[in-house]
């Protein structure tokens, strides 16, 4: 037995230590190779140091929970702290904010006293090094807790500091000396931590959701102070808001007690609000990766979020700020795309080419059922992205997420303008003053004895005169009158008087008890007396229209219709609707209507011609741009005019030199050779030898685990779908004179005034039309038959080399990639092989875009200028007709969308219908200071608002409306006790289980009964399962 070995039946305890302690061995130099490799990318830019430490080549995670070295440490936090001194964080937020949750995932804060300690007893580091490494943990950790408190507070311990601190008598133990000043910053350090993690208690993630409900149920959270302000959030979601794995902070609302503040009150809604409709997106992801990494089959729907793959950036549309993307449809061909509520405008999409660790997020701008079906394209809007340029190559999955986003976004821009001085109504809507309370306008007129009302159109054949209802005291109303009087019932009497006196008049009542008949009625008073409450001073401008606010179109259409009986003087805002009579009247009909008699000043005509003007020079400078990148080779002298400022001094010889060496004109045609075909095909070959430059592969969706039988797709009603799709597209006739603008793709170069054909030397427009003049004067002119296959082969070869100049500009990007500087010393150009000419012509095109691109962004910073100026000249031109009219109509989602109108027309006077199915911040943003009178129209035991999710509405008391608290708060009510729909058997099956009382109008007292039935109520009970209909995908 040789010397080392053992025999199979060895019983030592030593068998197999030589393989162990080669594996610690061989651990110990990978431990030694990373902390290299690290080594050499300490110098590199900020930006090039994020994204290697948050790559899987380099895996941080791994070697942040096994450093126990203290240079490997020191190392590591001296790249944090170059990152986060840079602008890196900014420019590439999605991954700085991975690695932070790295670091929140590791042990790195945890082992570093433990570490430091080692380090100081072997005496491994100098003092120079050691008062760095301190100095640099007080500026990350700053500038973490900065950043991402919640994740902060997590990832340092709650004794860090202080035990950073007690080691000060080992370091002086064993010789070193740090400055008292870098501890006096760890102690404010600690301090501010201890007050982050007080502001964040009960958010932790060992606390969890269940804790955080139960606190909310107990009331406990309410006490709490927001760690930040509302007002500087972004209503677009954050990537730390998408990928957090704890609850936000939110408070639940307060719904049987006053509000202490305006903020407070502010900040709950605003929230609870944003809460809930970032959720359902944060949950889908958090699905996805949880089923990616389980390699579990991937459907086209994960709960509340729908998934589509393959999908691609194909154009841009640069005046209306939008892209067209289009997805691989194949999976979804069944789907009826104008009955789906997949993709419908406003939608939030969430695109990412990494699985979601990092992101873009989108709206839905433009929806084309046909193209979706044929093609799989849509119109998005990106937002929060400036450089989009750099983020749309590729392939990306894309995540629609089911909650309508326009109307939130809208809200919530709404919420965040609100103050402590215009909040409307502000005692009351806190609810400490919610008392029966005479309006401003009538407390005013009540002084002067003015206060009387002319009621005439309740005069019918059945009650008194209209010579008696004519001048009615309105304030003394149920003294002077009877409900008979007026044709009404006793509870309608008394909704009428609190309609027409009281500051908050809320009427309530079940099904069938004429809410409507009594707002309308309410509304017509109102309008005739117009006088009493309008403003007597011409000085204050304070006249404005009723303003009228419902949740849903459809109410919305139903109620105007009834008030167009009465004044034909109504503006409805929003989307279409599908009453012709009403489409008659909306903010779109009144324009054109006004169109001439509204006065326009010059400066506002002046900033609609200058928009004009540069909405024509965008499309052509995009229009350029197209056609360099894609369809054109530009002229030398055009190249020598647009390499930009950025060109070195080695761009400008090269092409001087070329200039010199070369006679006559348009000479980058010949030396590109674009009249060889030979020539061109031997480019393109040397390309395909060259894979590393050629474009990145595209997303194969075919390699992702797809589930062969996918959810099943929701069937909805047609007119549902129309109703939503109303309800999100808004007519904006402010932006009507750019929707004519010319497509910059389809722009021609003969209509251009700063780009012509002597700026180019080929262009695929120019070649189209010389060939297909040849065809024509083939086919027409008579010819010798030699000359006539002559023409014929020079035809076929322009289209060739056509062919390959097109395929040849599409993989210049790719050849932008390779460093052209050492081809470029050539002296003289013509030496150069055509494919590193080519080489040369793709750095210079780079350059030009660039150049062009730069110039394009300025313009459109003017152009986002001016439009808003116009825009806001628009809506005083709105404003100054919409004054006129009686009735302002519109849904809520109008009103927060068309804030800045509203605003100017200050109503005193609003009346909602369904009000008790409104969310409260859309109660909020419906109103304006101005506002001296609100009417709440509703039933908060039939409907309450819906909530995109459930445990807000349960743990927060989101689904409260402002209509149910006021009457939990003990807010006068008018509540309708007489129902006329029902016939007395269905009525009873609600009575007094949801309502104390209800009586029956006669009139539901002579419905026929049900023919062939022996009972008109009756209910069937079964044992048989529903049966499953298949309407999936496949």
């Keep these: 037995m040789k010397r080392g070995t053992l025999s199979k039946d060895s019983s030592s305890p030593y068998r197999g230590r030589g393989r162990g302690m080669r594996s610690a061995r061989n651990h110990y130099q990978g431990r030694r190779f990373e902390l290299e490799g690290l080594k050499t990318l300490k110098d590199e830019d900020p930006s090039i140091i994020l994204q290697s430490l948050t790559s899987k080549k380099i895996n941080l995670e791994k070697i942040l929970q096994e450093v126990a070295d203290i240079d490997c440490f020191s190392l590591i936090l001296k790249m944090f702290v170059r990152i986060s001194e840079s602008k890196a964080p ?381 001048d009615v005291d309105v304030l003394k109303l149920d003294q002077v009158l009877i409900p008979e009087n007026l044709g009404l019932d006793l509870s309608q009497f008394q909704a009428l008087k609190a309609a027409l006196t009281q500051k908050l008049a809320i009427i309530h009542g079940p099904p069938g008890t004429g809410k409507t008949f009594i707002g309308l009625k309410a509304l017509e008073v109102l309008l005739v007396n117009r006088e009493v409450w309008e403003s007597r001073n011409i000085f204050l401008n304070t006249t404005g229209p009723i303003l009228i606010v419902c949740y849903t179109n459809h109410a919305l259409d139903q109620f105007v219709e009834g008030a167009l009986k009465f004044t034909g003087l109504v503006v409805r805002i929003g989307g279409r609707s599908k009453s012709e009579e009403v489409n008659r009247c909306s903010l779109f009909e009144w324009r054109k209507k006004y169109r001439g008699d509204v006065f326009r000043s010059n400066n506002h005509s002046a900033k609609r011609y200058e928009l004009r003007d540069i909405t024509y020079r965008l499309t052509e400078k995009d229009a350029v741009i197209h056609l360099i990148q894609r369809k054109v080779v530009i002229h030398e002298q055009f190249l020598w005019r647009n390499l930009g400022n950025d060109n070195s001094s080695l761009d400008e010889d090269f092409l001087q030199n070329l200039l010199l060496r070369s006679k006559g004109s348009g000479i980058i045609s010949s030396w590109l050779g674009l009249h060889s075909f030979n020539l061109l095909f031997s480019v393109l070959n040397a390309i395909a030898t060259k894979p590393v430059f050629l474009p990145a592969s595209d997303f194969k969706p075919s390699k992702l685990k797809l589930s062969q039988r996918d959810e099943e797709e929701e069937e909805y009603d047609k007119e549902e779908v129309e109703e939503l799709e109303r309800s999100r597209v808004f007519e904006d006739g402010k932006q009507a004179y750019l929707t004519h603008s010319v497509d910059p793709q389809y722009l021609k170069i003969d209509n251009m005034k700063g780009f012509s054909y002597s700026d180019v030397v080929w262009s695929q427009e120019r070649n189209r039309v010389d060939i297909e003049y040849w065809k024509d004067y083939c086919n027409q002119t008579e010819i010798s038959l030699w000359q006539k296959e002559s023409l014929t082969r020079n035809i076929q070869s322009a289209e060739k080399t056509e062919e390959l100049i097109l395929k040849l500009l599409a993989l210049l990007p790719s050849l932008q990639k390779e460093n052209t500087e050492l081809v470029m010393k050539f002296k003289n150009p013509w030496l150069l092989n055509m494919y590193q000419r080519w080489l040369v012509y793709a750095r210079w095109q780079q350059r030009v875009v660039r150049r062009l691109t730069d110039e394009r962004e300025a313009m459109e910073e003017e152009y986002r200028t001016l439009k808003d100026e116009v825009d806001d000249f628009a809506t005083e031109e709105d404003a100054s007709y919409c004054k006129q009219m009686d009735i302002v109509a519109a849904t809520t989602s109008g009103c927060a969308k068309y804030d800045k109108l509203i605003r100017h027309l200050s109503p005193k006077i609003v009346m909602m219908e369904e009000a008790a199915e409104i969310l409260e911040a859309h109660t909020l943003v419906s109103m304006t200071s101005a506002c001296e009178q609100l009417i709440l129209i509703g039933d908060h035991q039939q409907l309450r608002p819906t909530t995109a999710v459930y445990h807000l509405a349960k743990d927060y008391n989101l689904d409260v409306s402002f209509f149910e608290r006021m009457i939990r708060l003990g807010a006068p009510k008018s509540s309708l006790t007489v129902q006329h729909r029902m016939r007395p058997d269905v009525a009873r099956l609600i009575v007094p289980s949801i309502y104390p009382s209800l009586e029956n109008h006669p009139s539901v007292l002579d419905y026929p009964d049900i023919k062939g039935m022996k009972q008109n109520v009756f209910f069937l009970t079964h044992s048989v399962p529903e049966t499953e209909v298949c309407t999936s995908l496949f």
């Design 90 to 470: 900014d420019l590439l937020p999605n991954l700085f904010f991975h690695l932070l949750m790295i670091v929140k995932r590791s042990s790195f804060f945890k082992s570093f006293t433990g570490t430091l300690t080692q380090a100081a007893v072997a005496k491994k580091l100098e003092n120079s090094s050691l008062l760095e490494l301190h100095q640099d943990l007080v500026n990350f950790s700053n500038f973490f807790l900065n950043k991402a408190p919640s994740s902060a507070c997590e990832s340092v311990p709650e004794c860090f500091f202080e035990t950073v601190i007690q080691l000060k008598m080992i370091l002086q133990i064993n010789g070193y000396n740090i400055p008292s000043t870098i501890y006096d910053d760890i102690r404010q350090l600690n301090v501010r931590f201890k007050e982050a993690r007080s502001r964040l208690i009960g958010l932790n993630e060992v606390e969890g959701k269940n804790k955080l409900r139960r606190l909310a149920k107990i009331g406990e959270l309410s006490s709490m102070q927001p760690p930040d302000d509302f007002r500087e959030y972004s209503v677009i979601p954050t990537t730390e808001d998408l990928m957090a794995t704890d609850l936000q902070f939110i408070r639940p609302a307060i719904v049987d007690a006053p509000y202490k503040s305006v903020d407070d009150y502010l900040d709950i809604q605003f929230r609870l609000l944003r809460e809930d409709f970032i959720f359902p997106l944060r949950a889908g992801i958090q699905k996805y990766i949880d089923l990616k990494s389980q390699k579990k089959v991937l459907r086209s729907k994960i709960d509340d979020m729908r998934l589509y793959f393959g999908v691609k950036f194909i154009a841009y549309n640069v005046l209306q700020g939008t892209h067209t993307i289009c997805f691989a449809n194949d999976r979804f061909k069944k789907i009826a795309w104008e009955n789906s509520k997949r993709l419908l405008h406003g939608s939030l999409l969430c695109l990412s080419k990494d699985d979601f660790k990092t992101f873009l997020l989108a709206t839905v701008a433009k929806r084309d059922p046909e193209l979706l079906t044929k093609e799989g394209a849509i119109d998005i809007r990106l937002e929060n992205v400036t450089n989009f340029k750099s983020h749309m190559t590729g392939s990306f999955i894309l995540a629609e997420s089911s909650v309508y986003f326009e109307v939130y976004r809208n809200v919530l821009r709404v919420l965040q303008q609100i103050r402590d001085d215009n909040l409307p109504m502000k005692e009351l809507v806190l609810g400490k003053e919610v008392e029966e309370e005479l309006p401003l306008y009538l407390r005013t007129l009540k002084e002067i004895s003015y206060t009387y009302y002319d009621l005439s159109m309740f005069s019918t054949r059945d009650s008194i005169s209209a010579a008696l209802l004519k």
